[in-house]
């Protein structure tokens, strides 16, 4: 037996695929402004297939995020410096701002970060930072120029915060350029001329470009052809900011170029940009430099930072740790200037970097309070769907940094096991730790997010999102994109191995069986 279908509502069924695939293609909530691109359905059965999607499974970041990291909070030595207060609901708006009055004003001269409120109190540690200050003398002179001494808690704190920005500014893999990166290649495969070769062939010819504000949306198969060349189809991690901007408000000016009452003296220079792999480097490098401390140059063996009272110092690049997976850290090994102290600068996932820290961490009682106030900290960050991250500092002997550098060469070297020796190595030297303090990286929702999900669920679609974030980040974020609602009831989870996963699995469906078998009563 066989079913026959008439030929007419064959044709009729094909016809409204068609129509479904045109309403698809020219619908205007489907269209993104930036790279002048539509939805594209390239199969006449996709009305079909979506019909049928039962899960989707997916990543978070940069899928259901912007994935463009703006710096919010930090915490230095124990010390909380939110730098976005409307998180506090218990903070008036008069008290707050007052308290950032003095660094909104600061930031309007810099052209970095202008939506990042300063804290006053780091401003002023980071407005005196010079390598002087960033080594261990605990000396320094009064006004009236007699020698006075630190109270050794107070003293570490200001170094510390001096190295915590200076840690953000060169722990990375972060290139300074001064011109824009573009991406000459759209997802068709065609390769378009760059603006400066435009520009080139326009003077040529003798011709000027011209662009028409044309709002309807451009053929199929014209799509490629239409994109704007001088902007790149992908987002590039880069951001212009000019240059210590010198004028009567900068604070960011050393004694031979003006004070802050001051003209400026020398002239601005070029504007550079940022390129980086992670946003989340971005995010910390440009925060660094709105305070001061900027990366000015990256070669082979050497970075170049600008610290507000030495002006350019350049530190030898000695390592690069690169971050992975299981050790959740990156780590970078200098050398001071002047000191020639060999530095290991790390940042990584606060699990990761508080389990290494140095023993004074756990015996000393003034060290201890250090570590539960920052742990605090960043149970609130993580409260806030911010991304966290962890930073220490660890100052290393010449007999142990020999040590470990001829280990590392023939671990590079190795012809066998090359990934496990370096990655021993990594944790051989990363260490014994000073800890520095934390950041608190906010990623935001994509517009529609939370809409989105929801109106999959209520289709009897099954989301799930995968994170490498906190437990408590993560929570915060499946709340507010909607993946979880107040009605559900929240079951967590935490396994070390498979047969604990299990076990922890069978029971919670033993409690759910229990629970639809006999229900339990409403609370009144």
Same mark, same amino acid.
């Given at each position: 037996?066989?079913?026959?279908?008439?030929?007419?509502?064959?044709?009729?069924?094909?016809?409204?695929?068609?129509?479904?695939?045109?309403?698809?293609?020219?619908?205007?909530?489907?269209?993104?402004?930036?790279?002048?691109?539509?939805?594209?359905?390239?199969?006449?059965?996709?009305? &079909?297939?979506?019909?049928?999607?039962?899960?989707?499974?997916?990543?978070?970041?940069?899928?259901?995020?912007?994935?463009?990291?703006?710096?919010?909070?930090?915490?230095?030595?124990?010390?909380?410096?939110?730098?976005?207060? #409307?998180?506090?609901?218990?903070?008036?708006?008069?008290?707050?701002?007052?308290?950032?009055?003095?660094?909104?004003?600061?930031?309007?001269?810099?052209?970095?970060?202008?939506?990042?409120?300063?804290?006053?109190?780091?401003?002023?540690?980071?407005?005196?930072?010079?390598?002087?200050?960033?080594?261990?003398?605990?000396?320094?002179?009064?006004?009236?120029?007699?020698?006075?001494?630190?109270?050794?808690?107070?003293?570490?704190?200001?170094?510390?915060?001096?190295?915590?920005?200076?840690?953000?500014?060169?722990?990375?893999?972060?290139?300074?350029?001064?011109?824009?990166?573009?991406?000459?290649?759209?997802?068709?495969?065609?390769?378009?001329?760059?603006?400066?070769?435009?520009?080139?062939?326009?003077?040529?010819?003798?011709?000027?470009?011209?662009?028409?504000?044309?709002?309807?949306?451009?053929?199929?198969?014209?799509?490629?052809?239409?994109?704007?060349?001088?902007?790149?189809?992908?987002?590039?991690?880069?951001?212009?900011?000019?240059?210590?901007?010198?004028?009567?408000?900068?604070?960011?000016?050393?004694?031979?170029?003006?004070?802050?009452?001051?003209?400026?003296?020398?002239?601005?220079?070029?504007?550079?940009?940022?390129?980086?792999?992670?946003?989340? #480097?971005?995010?910390?490098?440009?925060?660094?430099?709105?305070?001061?401390?900027?990366?000015?140059?990256?070669?082979?063996?050497?970075?170049?930072?600008?610290?507000?009272?030495?002006?350019?110092?350049?530190?030898?690049?000695?390592?690069?740790?690169?971050?992975?997976?299981?050790?959740?850290?990156?780590?970078?090994?200098?050398?001071?200037?002047?000191?020639?102290?060999?530095?290991?600068?790390?940042?990584?996932?606060?699990?990761?970097?508080?389990?290494?820290?140095?023993?004074?961490?756990?015996?000393?009682?003034?060290?201890?309070?250090?570590?539960?106030?920052?742990?605090?900290?960043?149970?609130?960050?993580?409260?806030?769907?911010?991304?966290?991250?962890?930073?220490?500092?660890?100052?290393?002997?010449?007999?142990?940094?020999?040590?470990?550098?001829?280990?590392?060469?023939?671990?590079?070297?190795?012809?066998?096991?090359?990934?496990?020796?370096?990655?021993?190595?990594?944790?051989?030297?990363?260490?014994?730790?000073?800890?520095?303090?934390?950041?608190?990286? &906010?990623?935001?929702?994509?517009?529609?997010?939370? #809409?989105?999900?929801?109106?999959?669920?209520?289709?009897?679609?099954?989301?799930?999102?995968?994170?490498?974030?906190?437990?408590?980040?993560?929570?915060?974020?499946?709340?507010?994109?909607?993946?979880?609602?107040?009605?559900?009831?929240?079951?967590?989870?935490?396994?070390?191995?498979?047969?604990?996963?299990?076990?922890?699995?069978?029971?919670?469906?033993?409690?759910?069986?229990?629970?639809?078998?006999?229900?339990?009563?409403?609370?009144?």
């Amino acid at each position: 037996f066989q079913t026959v279908i008439p030929l007419a509502l064959y044709v009729s069924i094909e016809l409204v695929k068609l129509g479904q695939v045109f309403f698809i293609n020219y619908d205007l909530d489907l269209y993104y402004e930036k790279m002048n691109k539509r939805m594209e359905c390239r199969a006449l059965n996709i009305t &079909e297939d979506l019909g049928q999607v039962e899960y989707i499974f997916s990543d978070k970041t940069g899928t259901l995020t912007e994935n463009e990291m703006e710096f919010k909070s930090c915490t230095i030595w124990g010390t909380d410096y939110p730098h976005a207060p #409307e998180f506090d609901e218990n903070i008036d708006d008069s008290e707050t701002d007052s308290r950032f009055s003095v660094a909104t004003n600061v930031s309007k001269s810099s052209s970095i970060m202008n939506d990042l409120k300063l804290e006053p109190g780091l401003w002023r540690e980071i407005a005196s930072m010079s390598l002087r200050s960033l080594t261990n003398v605990e000396l320094t002179v009064d006004s009236s120029g007699r020698s006075t001494n630190y109270n050794e808690m107070d003293y570490q704190k200001s170094q510390k915060i001096q190295d915590f920005f200076l840690l953000m500014a060169i722990c990375n893999t972060v290139v300074v350029t001064t011109h824009a990166h573009e991406d000459l290649m759209d997802e068709s495969g065609i390769v378009h001329q760059s603006a400066e070769e435009e520009r080139r062939k326009s003077k040529l010819n003798g011709k000027r470009n011209s662009s028409g504000n044309n709002v309807t949306l451009p053929p199929i198969n014209t799509i490629s052809q239409n994109v704007d060349s001088k902007k790149p189809l992908r987002p590039i991690l880069a951001e212009s900011w000019d240059f210590l901007q010198r004028n009567a408000d900068s604070p960011f000016q050393t004694p031979s170029e003006g004070t802050l009452t001051g003209s400026p003296v020398r002239p601005d220079p070029p504007k550079t940009r940022f390129e980086a792999e992670s946003p989340d #480097e971005l995010a910390l490098v440009r925060a660094a430099a709105t305070y001061g401390c900027c990366l000015k140059k990256r070669s082979h063996g050497k970075v170049t930072v600008y610290l507000p009272g030495e002006g350019d110092a350049e530190f030898d690049l000695l390592h690069v740790l690169h971050f992975d997976s299981t050790r959740k850290r990156m780590s970078v090994i200098v050398k001071h200037p002047t000191t020639k102290e060999i530095i290991l600068l790390t940042k990584g996932a606060d699990s990761q970097i508080l389990s290494v820290l140095h023993s004074k961490y756990k015996e000393n009682e003034e060290y201890k309070k250090i570590v539960e106030d920052t742990e605090d900290h960043l149970y609130h960050y993580a409260l806030q769907g911010l991304r966290t991250l962890c930073m220490a500092k660890r100052v290393l002997t010449k007999k142990v940094y020999k040590h470990w550098k001829k280990k590392f060469k023939e671990a590079e070297s190795a012809m066998q096991d090359r990934d496990e020796k370096l990655f021993e190595c990594a944790c051989d030297i990363e260490k014994d730790f000073d800890l520095l303090g934390a950041t608190g990286i &906010e990623d935001k929702l994509q517009d529609g997010v939370p #809409e989105t999900i929801s109106k999959l669920r209520e289709a009897g679609i099954n989301v799930w999102v995968l994170t490498g974030d906190k437990q408590e980040t993560a929570i915060e974020i499946a709340y507010s994109s909607q993946l979880f609602s107040e009605e559900q009831l929240l079951i967590t989870l935490n396994a070390s191995n498979k047969e604990e996963t299990e076990d922890k699995l069978d029971h919670e469906l033993g409690e759910i069986e229990k629970d639809r078998k006999n229900p339990r009563p409403l609370s009144a």
